[in-house]
């Protein structure tokens, strides 16, 4: 890992700097020398002034801020716009076809275009240069500046300025100097329909967040005792930061990779312990380093009325682990009659054949209901029994007959009341019997609540 070029002083070694630069910028000590014997202006900030810490500097010089890539042919002196060396005074090969100068082709040619070029017209040829400066875009033939010069200044037009966004001037303040607006503009407008939100929206986004970040473990490093500084050694400070940020990241997987060792990982395919399927309780165990309980109970393992893993009268299976039709059994033989004996294949077999013939019994039946056999007419006068087509009730005998037997039933509610000298007549008659059918009560009949 890479230093900083300055060792790390303590308070004492600061303050001693602190009063010595103050001496300097006052002149009451002399002005610190380069490499080169050269003063260093005391005024120059220590941010100019103090070498990177890549370049390995151990005196202090200024040659870091010197432009070392410097190409010899560039220049930005002035020159002399009138002068004339040579005026050719016919047309050369290989110069320009419009001017006749040599140091250019026609296409680059800065002159207005002639009618007769100096290809044809020998007498007007020109011996203008067109020299190369600094940010000198084509065809631009001025010192200094360039067409790309204005490009910040320049904006699309045909949108609108954020500044004319809100012409309230109690609205967010625009500040013509940096050409910034902070705040929104338009607070209360709709944000689907906004383009612009202020430029606070921009600290959030991009690489903003990851310099603040940068910052902030600059700040921390630098309280934990490193020699760590965003604005003096931006370098050092993004390449300490970018190492922590892996050392973290190996760190973080590395703890990860412990925990799914130690604990194992809920998202894979694994079986999940029995332990973790029994819901969860509130009591209250404490645990040592061991694993012993220290304080409370172990819970105690819910466990089935039925027994488990049993297997009686030959079953392969326990009972319930087969489910037909809204009833359980056992599973090797299909049976759902507990605590019967295993039939094995054969019992499948003779269950799936009175399965089969019970079908076929009800596919029958549904047939023989659709089309029904002629039914003799029967008369069932005397309430559904087959009557003799040679008997014939009275009318009246039946009248009296219902009444007698009204009368016997309201004797049966009391029989105190029943005289001692009652005569019984043992003989019964058809009329009898239609007054009892009829008097008597139904319990399946949906109307017998109806009944007199």
């Not at 014939?392 to 005289?419: G, T």
């Not at 009898?432 to 009560?441: G, I, P, T």
């Amino acid at each position: 890992m890479a230093t900083a070029s300055v060792a790390f002083k303590s308070r004492e070694d600061h303050r001693k700097q602190i009063e010595l630069e103050e001496a300097r910028k006052a002149g009451l000590a002399p002005a610190e020398v380069d490499e080169d014997g050269k003063e260093i202006n005391p005024h120059i900030p220590q941010y100019m002034s103090s070498a990177p810490w890549y370049l390995n500097s151990e005196r202090p010089s200024l040659k870091h801020q010197r432009k070392w890539k410097s190409d010899p042919n560039y220049t930005k002196s002035w020159y002399d716009r009138g002068a004339k060396i040579f005026q050719a005074d016919k047309y050369r090969k290989g110069a320009c076809e419009n001017c006749g100068a040599m140091t250019h082709d026609v296409k680059s040619c800065m002159e207005r275009p002639r009618k007769v070029g100096a290809k044809v017209d020998e007498a007007k040829v020109d011996e203008s240069k067109q020299m190369d400066f600094a940010k000198v875009e084509k065809r631009v033939r001025t010192t200094g500046g360039g067409s790309t010069g204005t490009v910040r200044n320049l904006r699309i037009r045909e949108d609108t300025a954020k500044y004319l966004l809100n012409l309230d001037v109690n609205s967010a303040h625009y500040d013509p100097k940096t050409r910034s607006m902070r705040e929104d503009p338009l607070p209360d407008a709709d944000p689907n329909e906004k383009f612009y939100e202020g430029d606070n929206q921009y600290r959030n986004s991009g690489q903003a967040l990851e310099f603040k970040e940068l910052n902030i473990h600059a700040w921390e490093a630098f309280d934990k005792g490193q020699d760590i500084h965003m604005q003096a050694a931006p370098s050092q400070a993004e390449l300490l930061y970018k190492n922590y940020t892996v050392i973290k990241e190996k760190l973080k997987s590395r703890t990860k990779d412990t925990i799914l060792e130690k604990y194992g990982n809920a998202a894979t395919e694994e079986e999940i312990p029995r332990e973790l399927l029994l819901g969860q309780t509130e009591r209250e165990v404490e645990y040592d380093r061991a694993g012993r309980i220290v304080k409370g109970q172990e819970m105690a393992l819910p466990r089935s009325k039925y027994e488990e893993d049993a297997f009686i009268n030959n079953h392969t299976s326990v009972w319930g682990s087969y489910w037909k039709d809204h009833q359980w059994g056992y599973k090797c033989c299909k049976q759902v009659l507990r605590n019967s004996y295993c039939t094995g294949a054969a019992g499948i077999e003779a269950a799936e054949a009175a399965s089969d013939l019970m079908k076929a019994n009800i596919a029958r039946k549904e047939a023989i209901e659709e089309t029904p056999a002629p039914v003799e007419e029967k008369n069932f006068a005397t309430w559904g029994t087959d009557i003799p087509d040679d008997l014939v009730l009275d009318e009246k005998l039946l009248a009296r007959a219902l009444k007698k037997e009204d009368e016997r039933r309201r004797e049966e509610k009391d029989e105190r009341k029943r005289k001692y000298n009652v005569k019984w007549n043992d003989e019964v008659t058809a009329e009898d019997m239609e007054a009892y059918r009829m008097k008597k009560v139904h319990h399946d009949d949906p109307m017998k609540d109806f009944l007199p």
